[in-house]
């Protein structure tokens, strides 16, 4: 099979679109870049919802931590700690566990009268469930790392929003958030950066793909299988993950400049990616 012919077979595999089985016999280098890079689309899917959604959650999580009341900040900081403080792979193991005890067949209640039933049996996937691990763990590492910014806020800015008259939601849009992410930025890219390698865990965490659609790293295990050469599908996915990390510096390098406009050329903070050996 010829590239071109790989490509138009196994291009988009991974989402169901293509040829259903996989190569078998003599397997050719194209094969494995195409199949591995279709299997990348899944890996792009969880850490950009994951990424998404979780930064959302994260500044809900700072601001509740960052509270004067207890009702508000306990949990907050509980489900920081939780999540902060245990292994992400154990995160995988004990959601898919816990998944795995819902009512295969759904759960139905009753709100205002009308019956609904709920899907459940979609949490024991990784389309699903090792999202939602992802999100959790990404929302409570980007906290506290929005937590640590929303403290440093300089006291001369709110001050000085104080004398314009500013106060409650306005002071916040307009002060406090902006120079909250404009000093927690380059923390978070890092954080960003860890969140899209931490997708290769799902293959190795209890998750079962949907219909033999992995992802990256299920496509280079299939191969290595095969082949019986782990050194070539293997460092396919590192290339893969390596040129994925450049294209989230240049994104969020592009935003970090955008916070920081208004300030000199010369004083602008530099992005400084520091990778996180473990977690």
Request: charged share 15%.
């Amino acid at each position: 099979m010829t590239c071109i012919e790989a490509i138009q077979a196994y291009a988009l595999r991974s989402i169901g679109i293509g040829e259903r089985a996989l190569p078998q016999g003599d397997i050719t280098f194209c094969e494995q870049v195409v199949l591995i890079g279709s299997g990348m689309i899944w890996n792009v899917y969880l850490g950009a919802l994951a990424l998404l959604f979780g930064f959302f959650f994260a500044v809900t999580l700072a601001i509740a931590k960052a509270s004067k009341s207890p009702l508000t900040r306990k949990p907050a900081q509980w489900f920081i700690f939780l999540f902060r403080g245990s292994p992400l792979f154990i995160q995988f193991f004990m959601a898919y566990e816990a998944f795995v005890m819902l009512p295969r067949v759904g759960v139905e209640f009753e709100l205002f009268g009308i019956a609904i039933e709920a899907e459940t049996r979609w949490f024991a996937r990784a389309w699903l469930g090792a999202l939602i691990v992802l999100f959790c763990n990404t929302s409570a590492y980007a906290a506290e790392i929005f937590y640590g910014a929303l403290r440093s806020v300089p006291r001369g800015d709110l001050e000085a929003a104080d004398a314009y008259g500013l106060s409650g939601w306005k002071k916040f849009r307009r002060i406090t958030f902006p120079t909250t992410m404009r000093l927690a930025w380059p923390a978070y890219t890092n954080e960003a950066i860890f969140l899209f390698q931490s997708t290769a865990l799902v293959f190795f965490s209890s998750f079962p793909a949907f219909q033999q659609r992995g992802d990256a790293l299920y496509y280079a295990s299939y191969f290595a299988e095969r082949t019986f050469n782990p050194f070539v599908p293997y460092p396919i996915v590192g290339v893969y993950f390596v040129l994925l990390t450049l294209c989230i510096i240049t994104l969020f390098g592009a935003i970090n400049r955008r916070l920081n406009r208004h300030l000199p050329s010369d004083r602008r903070p530099k992005l400084r990616i520091r990778p996180n050996l473990i977690r």
